[in-house]
């Protein structure tokens, strides 16, 4: 069974910090996988990505704040997020891909207003 279960969202101000968490299925655990986010009127992005053996890159746009890890032994992803601006205000989305498929979570609201 595929399973991608985002939680973690929250109202939050500027400068506040929050973590997301995945919950994904054992059949992921091998795989790369990514946090995107889709905000209000815009097409999703990409945001962090973790390869099976560790290795991390991120957007720009939210590097040096934002962090990804996973704990393979627990199926869990997190993105740590630090520093927060209104524009990272969009719904998150946990993504693995697996034997060239796309898998999505059902996303999480990330709200970051003053």
């Known amino acids: 069974q595929v399973k991608l279960v985002e939680s973690g969202g929250d109202s939050v101000h500027p400068g506040e910090s929050l973590t997301l968490t995945c919950v994904f299925g054992?059949?992921?655990?091998?795989?790369?996988m990514s946090w995107y986010r889709q905000a209000p009127g815009k097409q999703r992005e990409f945001v962090a990505r973790?390869?099976?053996?560790?290795?991390?890159n991120y957007a720009d746009s939210v590097k040096g704040r934002f962090t990804i890890s996973r704990e393979p032994a627990r199926n869990i992803m997190y993105l740590q997020m630090n520093a927060l601006k209104t524009e990272d205000t969009a719904v998150y989305y946990c993504?693995?891909?697996?034997?060239?498929?796309?898998?999505w979570g059902q996303g999480t609201q990330v709200t970051v207003s003053s």
């Open positions: 993504n693995a891909i697996r034997s060239a498929i796309n898998y």
């Open positions: 054992s059949q992921f655990k091998l795989n790369d």
């Open positions: 973790i390869a099976g053996d560790g290795l991390t």
